[in-house]
């Protein structure tokens, strides 16, 4: 990750301190680029404003081993695998538990099995982002197969957050979405945002 990408999401994460993802993602580009201390900084952070961030345990947990900080690493770790069991989120999970096993770390009890009686009722959603049985969108926002994976996995509510939040991507990291290259990065951070990747 570049120099100038981390200088775009450190410039998003100082412009609006409360915005998870831009804290998330300047996180991960420092992660990526060898800087372990400031990754484990900005993703604290973006856990501080968002505890459902299951993928911000995984690369916490990451940073801190490189910085051989094992014990602070397996304890984030065992809370991120709590948080991503409880939310359904399967990839960072088994992810975590297999690193928690590399490091011979008790693997935290999982919640799952009593989750998954949340009632869902007609017109709900259990929301991969907030966690919470909320009003889901009143159709998929658009018609693609994304569109249809954000239809039943997002409530309302945080769609009108990501709205928000899109638009300060946009702006913040000029991107043209005419242009192919500008709007995967658009829909990278759309994804992250409402905790769907």
């Not at 973006?46 to 911000?56: D, E, G, H, R, V």
């Not at 991120?80 to 297999?98: K, Y």
Request: with cysteine; glycine share 6%; charged share 25%.
């Amino acid at each position: 990750m570049s120099e100038a990408r981390i200088e775009q999401f450190k410039k998003m994460a100082e412009a609006d301190p409360d915005n998870e993802l831009g804290h998330f993602s300047l996180g991960r580009a420092y992660l990526e680029a060898g800087r372990y201390a400031e990754a484990a900084a900005s993703l604290e952070r973006a856990i501080s404003l968002n505890s459902n961030l299951s993928k911000a345990y995984q690369l916490l947990g990451e940073s801190l081993l490189q910085m051989n900080q094992r014990d602070a690493a397996i304890s984030r770790l065992s809370h991120g695998v709590q948080i991503a069991d409880t939310r359904g989120d399967v990839l960072p999970r088994n992810e975590m538990m297999q690193k928690l096993k590399d490091l011979g770390a008790p693997l935290p009890e999982m919640k799952s099995a009593a989750a998954s009686k949340t009632e869902v009722g007609q017109g709900e959603v259990l929301c991969k982002r907030c966690g919470r049985v909320a009003p889901k969108l009143p159709s998929a926002p658009f018609s693609s197969a994304q569109g249809k994976m954000i239809y039943e996995n997002i409530c309302a509510e945080c769609w009108r957050a990501w709205i928000g939040m899109g638009t300060k991507v946009i702006n913040e990291l000029r991107l043209p979405l005419s242009d192919p290259q500008a709007q995967k990065v658009f829909d990278q951070h759309m994804l992250e945002f409402l905790n769907l990747k």
